[in-house]
């Protein structure tokens, strides 16, 4: 091994940077070449590569986002696309590349895999959906800027005797909703995993106006369905002709996407992206590098995209216990 190839795919996640700088470095002390691959699996087919050195991974690790940048490619989902992806690779002399990104990445990097390319994956999305690792790069981060913004919306809300509903990432995972919900002190957190019970919501704001509460906060993952209610607006709506009480929305949106990673995602990023290195120094390929009982460990691809992730249902009973 003496070139591998660095690729960030599907969306950012804070956290991104500092993986690759540690990719970047431990290869350097390996006495590797590193291949910077721009834009994803699109920029692979395009060529769209540049030679790195330790100078374009300073002043990184506190960065959100990617110095790599990120897209999405239904080329490379076809043979054709793969076709003119190994043709690049064979051309810059790019022996391994290390992924980092979500399932589809990783379907991706396990593609390249078949056709005799060395891969890795690093897990980084900030939905923390995957199931093979207890936590994913970008999660910590997105967590306390949807902490951060509940304080402010708190704030107002109470200024204003309202409700809010907050709207987080998350369509088939409430992680982030639950996580920032409960650190946040929201009375209600929605998430695609529990059944919603409008009434029950409701019930707990009529409580709270009637003992004094001058706001209420419900904090929604993005994928939650409620009947009677077609997206969090329903949701707004129905409590504000139900219980009179002013109820406003807020999309945080991309927002959870930026700024600068947390000490936890920059620990993880470190470990994980070291790691990935010395696997594929090893020989080793299509294998995801995560996180299982506080410690690094790897797994093969092909199963890591299967195994589901598991709902706390723990600390959604102890939000639900806290916030009455």
């Known amino acids: 091994m003496k070139t591998i190839g660095i690729l960030t795919s599907g969306g950012d996640a804070p956290g991104m940077n500092a993986a690759i700088r540690a990719i970047a470095r431990t290869a350097f002390a390996n006495g590797l070449r590193v291949k910077g691959i721009r834009n994803g699996y699109d ?10 050195n330790v100078s374009s991974v300073a002043d990184i690790i506190h960065k959100g986002g990617t110095i790599l940048g990120s897209a999405r490619s239904t080329e490379f989902k076809t043979p054709e696309g793969q076709k003119k992806a190994l043709e690049v690779i064979k051309e810059y002399g790019i022996e391994g590349i290390i992924v980092l990104g979500g399932d589809g990445s990783f379907m991706g990097a396990n593609a390249l895999h078949l056709h005799g390319i060395k891969t890795m994956g690093v897990p980084c999305t900030i939905d923390n959906d ?45 992680d982030i909703a639950l996580y920032a919900g409960l650190c946040g002190g929201a009375e209600s957190i929605l998430v695609p995993e529990i059944p919603v019970d ?127």
């Open 130 to 174: 995957m199931g093979y690792t207890e936590e994913t790069i970008g999660f910590n981060t997105a967590v306390e800027t949807v902490v951060e913004a509940i304080g402010k919306i708190r704030d107002t809300s109470s200024s204003h005797g309202r409700g809010n509903v907050i709207e987080v990432m998350g369509r088939s995972c409430g």
């Open 198 to 324: 409008m009434k029950q919501i409701i019930e707990k704001v009529i409580r709270g106006r009637k003992r004094g509460k001058l706001h209420h906060i419900i904090v929604v993952a993005e994928g939650v369905k409620a009947e009677g209610c077609n997206d969090s607006y329903g949701i707004a709506k129905m409590i504000d002709e139900q219980t009179g009480v002013e109820t406003k929305v807020t999309i945080l949106g991309h927002v959870q996407r930026g700024g600068t990673p947390s000490v936890q995602d920059r620990l993880i990023a470190n470990q994980l992206g070291t790691r990935a290195v010395e696997l594929i120094i090893e020989g080793k390929s299509s294998l995801a590098v995560g996180i299982k009982d506080g410690k690094v460990y790897s797994l093969p691809i092909t199963e890591a995209v299967q195994m589901k992730r598991q709902f706390n249902t723990e600390l959604y009973t102890i939000a639900s216990i806290l916030s009455n």
């Open 43 to 52: 920029g692979l087919i395009k060529g769209d590569i540049y030679e790195m």
